[in-house]
């Protein structure tokens, strides 16, 4: 009995069968008559929009003459209304988007946005543009995230994505369409995704014809002939059809391309005030008091309704909106006709029988399962998704507990396919109840996902049971969180901050890892920057939280809370903050307090803001580190192309470099800078005059031994001596010096004088060793006789190829070793060698080593 009565429900069209399950009844809402009023549903069971339609003359009760938009859940509930005061002239059309954003589109073409509260979304934008101002908008069809328009003059215009609106005018129709100049009767969209040219493609009936425009081209369609004008198109869910209702009261379906596929003679040649797809198996069509539904097969299916509908297409079937009730046309799933269909003997509807003989307790049941146990699998998994396809909550429970019952006795089924069932319809029953009314079919559910669920739920302000789903499921319950925190910030304005406070962190607290910086970004967007500062304290990553605090004003407690994470792009990011912001002096005493701060301003400033760091330095009384950027700054100077021969640039150096001496003469443990600044300074200035005297820019900047050297070489030696004197060069060094200048220009006459000048502090070695260098062994003969070591001496003559000179000498020394070496210098010379070996013999047997 029970299966005669579910599907005596159902409808036949051709070989399947149809059913109208009511959703809601009644609706929730009042005094809310269709007919007066312009509708926009929005599909996967959405809220409804509805606005006094003002093309209609409507007799008005006790309400205002001001028209309202209001949007309504499914069932009805008044979600939120506001005044409808919006300039443009007639209210052309108005849908949802697929982020349920109200797009409504006037008479000038103007696009008004608002959110499902009824909020205005700015930036208004115009689907016309500046060009075509003065046109007017007559008609406008909707799909997804856009919109195509149509001008009282023929002109297209479409706007393929509301998220990122960009007006484009598709090309010009009226020429392609028999050179007429009437509007289209009816347009129809076949939405990018379907096209192969990725744009939209709009289908526009003008005249006994159908033109196919697209951007750039616009394409007669070859319609067979008698079949225009066409009168009503849609096209199917997936883009491959096109339904449509003739001049002549003929329903009939084409391909895109309009290759006829089937047709029905309806009985009336009056357009249908609705045209729309069931699915992609049937077409509705609704006239004043009567929906046809008409298939491949012959014998259509008729509803009869004594009160205005609105048809709303689904993935899956229609929604049918009346004034007291919303129900849903749909094709009866397979796993549900072989349950339930009259006479069925199928292993389903077997086990669905034997859980009524079960539950009455007949050896019945057992007889059944024993028919249908090889096929008791497939029996269970029917049920299972019977199941899912139900509205009804009694009828979802049974179906559930056959399928239970069935896999006590199937080994070999999946065992948390009931789990998962039982989960989906605890999810769509929550959400199909009429406080929340989004009724959702399974498939609905599925192509929708779950987590888009959740966010309309959030968009809904249904927070509770957003974050009861998202528990239920195991996904990621922050941004439902999130969400709620915002949302609270934003109405509870009478609400302290401390108080507002402990309720966010109650809740906040659920979800490890939320960020509480986004929150706090948020309060303060609203005003509240004394809640921001104290929710950002709860924000772990300082990431997050450094840059929110700068944009609160808190910017001790952000370089605080940066020098603390130890992160340099974030102490960075704070300094140079507060360096815009703050006066020098307290932007010293800030960084000064804080060590990791102050060093990387120092760091950073060394390289790209002398100036002010020499403030800085000032500021906080360390004299010797403004001496050493002064220093730094004369070298700077030095690297200067313009500082050659003569320069005035050497002026300011030497001031520079006079500057710094003078502040680290204060400080007692910088008196070697000092001293060796002083000299620095004395030494430039010399070098100075002398490139003026010689006119040669060879001396600045080179060392005390090399300007003494250059001088000699430039024969300027009182030059030279006066840098000896003053610098105070010792004896020794000015000797070293003074011989291998004069060895360099290879003046030997002058080289001879200085040796006899007095006895040389440091010798005649190195008289030999500037001789040698130079390649002039016989000047270095000079010398080799006067060097006082016999070691040496025989080293000397050994580098000048005097095997004998070399050998007396270190026979002299009466050094076995030296004998050693010698003898391997004069490897290549047998006579040489047999010297060596001579006298290294004699020494041996002297007992000397």
């Known amino acids: 009995m029970a299966n005669v009565s579910v599907a005596a429900e159902w409808q036949l069209l051709g070989d399947r069968y149809y059913r109208k399950p009511e959703l809601y009844q009644p609706m929730r809402w009042k005094h809310i008559d269709l007919n007066r009023n312009k509708v926009a549903c929005a599909p996967f069971g959405g809220p409804i929009a509805l606005i006094r339609d003002d093309s209609k003359i409507v007799q008005l009760y006790a309400e205002s003459a001001l028209r309202k938009l209001r949007i309504f859940n499914s069932a009805g509930l008044l979600l939120s209304d ?70 009282e003059t023929c002109k297209v215009f479409s706007i393929s994505d509301f998220k990122n ?10 020429a392609a369409a028999a050179e007429t100049e009437e509007l289209p009767h009816c347009v129809a969209v076949i939405e990018p995704q379907y096209t192969m040219s990725g744009n939209v493609e709009v289908l526009l009936a003008i005249g006994d014809a159908v033109v196919m425009v697209e951007e750039d ?15 009503k198109m849609v096209v199917s869910g997936n883009g491959r059809f096109v339904a449509s209702f003739t001049h002549d009261g003929r329903m009939a379906v084409f391909s895109t391309r ?21 699915g992609l198996d049937s077409v509705l069509l609704y006239w004043d008091d009567m929906l046809l539904m008409v298939g491949p097969s012959d014998e259509p299916v008729r509803y009869l309704y004594d009160e205005p509908i609105v048809l709303i297409p689904e993935c899956d079937g229609v929604r049918i909106l009346c004034n007291t009730s919303m129900e849903f046309l749909q094709l009866v799933p397979s796993s549900t006709v072989s349950i339930f269909k009259i006479g069925s003997t199928s292993p389903a509807a077997l086990l669905y029988d034997a859980l009524d003989h079960f539950d009455r307790r007949s050896a019945k049941a057992d007889e059944n399962l024993r028919l249908i146990r090889s096929s008791l699998p497939e029996a269970v998994e029917a049920c299972v998704d019977a199941a899912g396809h139900e509205f009804d909550v009694s009828r979802q429970r049974t179906l559930l507990r056959a399928a239970s019952y069935g896999q006590a006795f199937c080994s070999n089924f999946q065992r948390d396919r009931i789990q998962e069932m039982c989960r989906t319809l605890r999810v769509l029953n929550a959400v199909c109840s009429p406080e929340i009314g989004i009724p959702l079919s399974i498939q609905q559910y599925k192509l929708l996902t779950p987590s888009v669920l959740i966010g309309r739920l ?33 109405a509870s304005s009478a609400i302290p901050d401390a108080t507002l406070l402990e309720i966010l962190l109650d809740k906040l607290k659920l979800c490890k890892g939320i960020s509480y910086a986004a929150v706090a970004a948020h309060a303060d967007k609203n005003g ?12 772990p990553r300082s990431s997050k939280q450094v840059p929110l605090l700068l944009s609160i004003g808190e910017e001790d407690t952000a370089l605080t809370k940066a020098t603390e994470s130890g992160d340099t792009d974030l102490v960075y990011l704070v ?46 009384g360390q004299l010797q580190e403004v001496a050493f950027l002064l220093w730094k700054e004369s070298w700077e100077l030095g690297k200067n192309p313009m500082a050659s021969k003569g320069s005035p640039l050497h002026g300011p150096r030497i001031k520079l470099i006079e500057k710094a001496q003078s502040l680290f003469s204060e400080t007692k443990e910088h008196s070697f800078e000092s001293k060796a600044a002083e000299e620095h300074a004395k030494l430039l200035r010399m070098q100075h005059e002398l490139e003026v ?21 430039l024969g300027n030696h009182r030059a030279a001596v006066k840098v000896k004197t003053e610098f105070k060069v010792s004896e020794k060094r000015w000797y070293w010096l003074k011989i291998f200048a004069l060895a360099t220009i290879r003046d030997w006459d002058a080289l001879e004088k200085f040796s006899k000048e007095k006895r040389p502090p440091i010798g005649y070695r190195p008289f030999v060793e500037a001789c040698i260098e130079a390649d002039e062994k016989g000047e270095a003969l000079k010398y080799i006789p006067k060097v006082a070591d016999p070691r040496e001496r025989a080293e000397s003559y050994a580098r000048i190829g005097m095997a004998k000179e070399a050998a007396d000498a270190a026979s002299q020394a009466k050094d076995g070793e030296l004998l050693g070496r010698l003898k391997l210098t004069f490897a290549q010379n047998a006579a040489a060698s047999s010297i060596f070996d001579t006298l290294r013999d004699r020494l041996s047997f002297q007992g000397v080593s």
């Open 165 to 174: 609106p960009m007006p484009v005018r598709l090309a010009d129709p009226v």
């Open 458 to 490: 959030i968009n809904a302000h249904q927070h509770l049971l957003a974050l009861r789903i998202a528990e239920y499921l195991g996904m990621n319950q922050e941004v439902v969180i999130m969400h709620w925190a915002c949302s609270k910030i934003t």
């Open 258 to 278: 309009f290759e006829r596929i089937f047709e029905y003679q309806c009985e009336s040649a009056l357009p249908p005030e609705q045209l729309a797809w069931c």
């Open 575 to 620: 300094l140079f903050h507060i360096w815009q912001k703050r006066q020098p002096l307290e932007f010293f005493g800030t960084i000064q307090a804080r060590p990791l701060a102050r060093d990387l301003f120092i760091t950073y400033a060394r390289c790209h803001k002398h100036e002010f760091l020499k403030d800085f330095f000032l500021s906080t």
């Open 528 to 539: 509240r920057r004394r809640l921001a500062a104290m929710l950002v304290e709860h924000e």
């Open 693 to 713: 005297t010689t006119k040669q820019a060879i001396f600045v900047d080179s060392s005390i031994s090399d300007t003494i050297r250059t001088c000699i070489v």
């Open 217 to 231: 081209e616009v394409q007669p369609l070859p319609l067979p002939p008698g079949d225009g004008p066409l009168q």
């Open 82 to 151: 506001a005044v409808w005061k919006n300039p443009g002239g007639r209210l052309i059309g108005l849908s949802w988007t697929d982020d349920q954003t109200l797009v409504c589109i006037v008479q000038d073409g103007t696009v008004y946005r608002y959110t499902v509260h009824a909020e205005p979304l700015e930036p208004n934008l115009s689907i016309l543009g500046r060009e075509h101002f003065d046109e007017n908008v007559v008609e406008c069809v909707f799909w997804g995230n856009g919109v195509v328009c149509v001008t």
